[in-house]
Nanobody, 121 residues
Framework: QVQLVESGGGLVQAGGSLRLSCTAS????????MGWYRQAPGKQRESVAG???????NYADSVKGRFTISRDNAKNTVYLQMSSLKPEDTAVYYC???????????????WGQGTQVTVSS
């Protein structure tokens, strides 16, 4: 069984910073793309940042220059450093991972349970 566990959410004032972490555990052979998504109340889930296994990165236009995604492959962990936070960044943040399960050589998509980020004005 594979689990993705997020941490680091919370309440912060506008202009502040938070760092989210997401660690994958279980019978994992390899992890390809890892990413962060968010869903605000009444809105669809949207992509925030992604990082394939080659180390490249991509960001939503709304967070470019403020958020940074990074990975520690040895720890199966992806991070999202969020700076200059705005009230409109308030949402539940989810990580996901495209990973290959040990013994299957097949890629599956897993999601974390989500962590709340609230930015006050």
């Amino acid at each position: 069984q594979v689990q993705l566990v997020e941490s680091g959410g919370g309440l912060v004032q506008a202009g502040g910073s938070l760092r989210l972490s997401c660690t994958a555990s279980g019978s994992i052979f390899s992890i390809n793309r890892m990413g962060w998504y968010r869903q605000a109340p009444g809105k669809q889930r949207e992509s925030v940042a992604g990082m394939p296994s080659d180390g490249s990165t991509n960001y939503a236009d709304s967070v470019k220059g403020r958020f940074t995604i990074s990975r520690d492959n040895a720890k199966n962990t992806v991070y999202l450093q969020m700076s200059s936070l705005k009230p409109e960044d308030t949402a539940v943040y989810y990580c996901n991972a495209h990973l290959v399960l040990a013994g299957t050589m097949k890629e599956y998509l897993y999601w974390g349970q989500g962590t709340q980020v609230t930015v006050s004005s």
